[in-house]
DNA sequence: CATGAATGAGCGTTCATTCAT
DNA sequence: CATGAATGAACGCTCATTCAT
């Protein structure tokens, strides 16, 4: 199964039991979001969240412990968002009958392609987000993409050349190394090719090449 | 000519005259990288600097115009000493005689060793400065890196695959993207990584075999 | 008569007309006591009542106009609790042919025992409440203690010094004075003290000594 | 000799070296004061101190790391000062060549003096401050004053009766703690009597009654 | 009636910056 | 120039209380 259920509950103070109340925690999640983007990590802070989230402070701290459980569980949902759309990406994208080569193409491709709905909360997250400490997200979330990854390419070892006889695991982890890395210091940068369908190509071929048989 | 000067004046308020208000500039930079090594972004305030670096804290006022500005040049001095190690790096290890992919190896070598001395500073800078509204500074990391790699590889393009008859430039662009987007990522999950040298070699590899002649 | 009733009605918004009512007020109660021996009042908050009485907070304001009414209440039944312990105390203790000296004795011990059996609410009461605004109390506790003492001395004053021809009202003014504030500030520096026998015996002659005739 | 120096760094977060950071410390702390007096505990908050001080929260932080230690430093400073008033006040009363029984007189009236200056604010501290968590406090106040009252005694204790043979330790002990149990009680309830003279000898005849020989 | 989600004034504290000495 | 005392806007958070359901 691709994807895996986000345990909320460990950011959150009292479950949510009415309606109300999960409206009030997806719009305080939602703002924090919103600021984020719009303003940078320097003006996320609890008034203007709750502000924004149209609820009061003392709401806020019904559900969150601390600024931090609220901002924990905006990057926790994100993340999962983004695996759900990976695996489902994958799901649509991926058949069995493919050879290794297009395989690759269609996986940089879902990997990128996480990353161009919400580029500007990708990118504020990879920028604000580890300054708060949060710094394990990154990893979480480049190691679930390689679980799934690695899933994807189960049983195209045969195609590797020879020197990655460890096969699926290693691919993975190098693709995922490369296209993350990439993917990161674009969305620095000029988070707009993300888009460009010859980059991501290239990054393709970067990957094919070095796993290909000579 | 490798490297270029630093426009310091960019940073500071008045042309420091005397080494004694060099000596004050200095040890407020290197009490800012002190701090932000050890403490991250959030112990870096004015006062603690100020006192870390044995003044007072109107004297940083009397060079800084604002937080900014002292945070702008320590960064500044980072990078441009980071151009200075990679052109040293670079001159010892390249000769003209050498073949690409020996060249390449030695150029991704060159690259880590630049991030191998104060990896901590390295990615505390990663994490913390953008947060600050520091966002270029990678960019420009990335791009004075860029122009020095081209510089080294401007006799190489007969050696290019077929596809690749730009030369140089864009084998210096995907070599600097694909490197720094794993030492990025690399820094912010594992930096010890960055010593190993089987792991610089794969590196090399997956842009050898991205660069080679069929 | 020893003891008179005690005005609950003037602590609560309605009278409470079931057995039902009533436990949620004893809950309350209860909690606030609770809470108060075991965090201080510090940890004396509406919301935390209301959580540890197993009752919603919107309950509380059903019967409290305010915080202050509930620990008004609280501290009401405390101290007549103490003064029908007193009173029961006494009645056990005293007969009519008891001499002055031993009936001394007697009443210290008796007014020393209606702190010891929960120590720490008369400290945590004296320490705390009077600093919400409920000052009377003490008062109110000396008072009506004060008026069961001159009760029990009533026919004692053939055995006072000269000079105390206003026989048992200024006994027991004084009596009640001394033994309160010892026992206040024994409560407040230790308490454990206050079960101390020969601690009680020395307080005990202090005042018989005082009344005693020449 | 009689009081201490009182460690004031303590509560200090760097010592006052010019004229006016001395100014602003008292400045806050006769702010602490009044308000505790005024207003009772509940008033006591930083930012209305700093601003009836007349200097900015900013300053009050500068100089107490929090606002424990600006109450912590208003306590100390009143204790004390109450402790040096006391010894002075031993000195003027006291002469070797009196008796006990006189001495003792003295000893009562100079306890209670020390309350009468600021009664309101003896008060105050004794209901609020132990519940802020300074209980030591008392204890200190207590135990310094019983310390000048034995030394006041050392010679007197052949004058006492049999079964004190303890002498001034103990005379000491127990004057103190009726002496400060009736202050503490009156404080509560209706401090105009600390000054009424009556009220003083009528104390004192309890404690020299109690020690004199039969 | 009971519930508990929601409110918001107000608290303790921080830190970039100013300015009198 | 250097100093460091002073500033004050703004932050994270609490808790007595209200009110729609």
Redesign the pocket.
Same mark, same amino acid.
């Given at each position: 199964m691709l994807g895996e259920g986000v345990d909320e509950a460990r950011y959150l103070l @009292?479950e949510? @039991? &009415?309606q #109300?109340?999960r409206? !009030?925690?997806d719009a305080l999640v939602e703002a924090t979001e919103l600021i984020l983007v719009e303003e940078g990590w320097?003006? *996320? =802070? !609890?008034? #203007?969240?709750?502000e924004r989230a149209? *609820?009061?402070?003392?709401? $806020?701290? &019904?559900?969150?412990? =601390?600024?931090?459980? $609220?901002v924990g569980l905006m990057v926790e949902r994100f993340v999962a968002g983004q695996q759900v759309a990976l695996g489902a990406s994958l799901w649509e994208r991926l058949s069995e009958d493919m050879d290794l080569e297009r395989m690759i193409f269609e996986l940089v491709r879902a990997l990128m392609w996480t990353h161009q709905e919400r580029p500007e909360l990708s990118r504020a997250l990879l920028m604000h987000v580890p300054a708060s400490g949060q710094l394990g997200v990154v990893n979480v979330w480049t190691e679930r993409s390689r679980v799934l990854i690695e899933e994807a390419l189960r049983f195209k070892s045969g195609e590797l050349r020879e020197g990655m006889e460890e096969g699926a695991p290693l691919v993975a982890q190098v693709l995922i190394t490369a296209v993350h890395g990439v993917i990161f210091s674009t969305l620095m940068s000029d988070w707009e090719r993300l888009k460009d369908e010859a980059f991501m190509d290239e990054l393709a071929r970067l990957v094919w090449r070095y796993i290909r048989p000579d």
């Open positions: @009292k949510p @039991k &009415q #109300r109340s409206d !009030t925690i320097a003006g *996320v =802070n !609890t008034n #203007r969240i709750a149209g *609820v009061s402070i003392g709401t $806020l701290y &019904q559900y969150f412990e =601390n600024k931090e459980a $609220l």
